[in-house]
């Protein structure tokens, strides 16, 4: 099984409060249903949850009862792209069901506790693809916190064991600096814990949940010499399905 991650930047326009970017969304489903392959989803929340999120504080837990209407509002948000993703996934073919991450797992200052995971497991062995997304889940500690897609992965590698993980982002890999504002950036076919400390840090727009950085240390900590995880660009169309051929596609991956 191949774990991928569409990234909120693919599947959604990020600038842009709730909006889904359905051509590409579907174009990527298309590719995933081609490609024959065994396949997992998580998904980001794009629009549907950072402009919200980062808006009231989310990612700072509760701490002002002014934050509790928004936090409910951005987890309605996130199911409805949830909704819009797994209508993608069925309309080629792969069925699908949204899975909030609230409704199997809490966590403790940030971190998944796996409270739940039979329903998890049970879908996927009757062959319906659970499909977990970047939300607001309840924290012991902090009242509520958001889980990203990327802790998501995490969890769902330990779960499900894939050979491979895929993260599906905008951007060709990792660069040595932001490619969106230095034309010079050079892309980094293959990342290490030391070129990754070597590498300039530049916070995302509107991301509450670590950008780029954040991403290559998640998965720094799931490769293994047996399971490559890459980091590669969605918005080429044609590239996933490469890539999931076994074809080489441009991307960046994560070695230890
Ligand atoms: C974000 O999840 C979750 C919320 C802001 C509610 P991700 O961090 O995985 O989303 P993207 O991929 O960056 O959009």
Not at 99 to 116: T, Y
Not at 139 to 165: C, H, N, T, Y
Not at 195 to 200: D, G, K, P, Q
Request: aromatic residues 4%.
């Amino acid at each position: 099984m191949i774990l991928i991650k569409l990234g909120g930047s693919v599947i959604t326009d990020k600038s842009q409060y709730k909006k889904f970017n359905k051509e590409q969304a579907s174009r990527l489903c298309r590719e995933i249903a081609e490609s024959g392959r065994s396949v997992m989803i998580v998904h980001g929340a794009g629009s549907f949850g950072h402009v919200l999120a980062k808006q009231y504080a989310i990612q700072n837990g509760l701490v002002d009862f002014a934050q509790v209407a928004p936090a409910a509002m951005v987890h309605h948000d996130a199911m409805e792209l949830g909704l819009l993703m797994t209508s993608e996934l069925m309309a080629v073919g792969i069925p699908a069901a949204s899975v909030a991450p609230g409704s199997c797992f809490v966590m403790e200052d940030g971190r998944i506790i796996v409270n739940d995971e039979e329903a998890l497991r049970r879908l996927a062995h009757i062959g319906i693809m659970p499909v977990m997304f970047g939300d607001v889940v309840m924290d012991r500690k902090q009242g509520f916190a958001i889980v990203s897609g990327d802790q998501l992965m995490e969890v769902m590698a330990r779960m499900f064991k894939p050979e491979r993980i895929v993260f599906v982002s905008d951007i060709d890999g990792l660069y040595d600096s932001n490619p969106k504002t230095n034309p010079d950036a050079k892309l980094i076919p293959e990342v290490t814990p030391e070129v990754l400390a070597n590498v300039s840090s530049e916070e995302d727009v509107a991301d509450v949940t670590g950008g780029v950085r954040g991403k290559m240390e998640a998965m720094l900590r799931m490769c293994s010499p047996e399971r490559d995880c890459v980091l590669m660009n969605g918005t080429v169309p044609g590239r996933l399905l490469e890539l999931l051929k076994g074809n080489e596609v441009t991307c960046t991956v994560a070695r230890m």
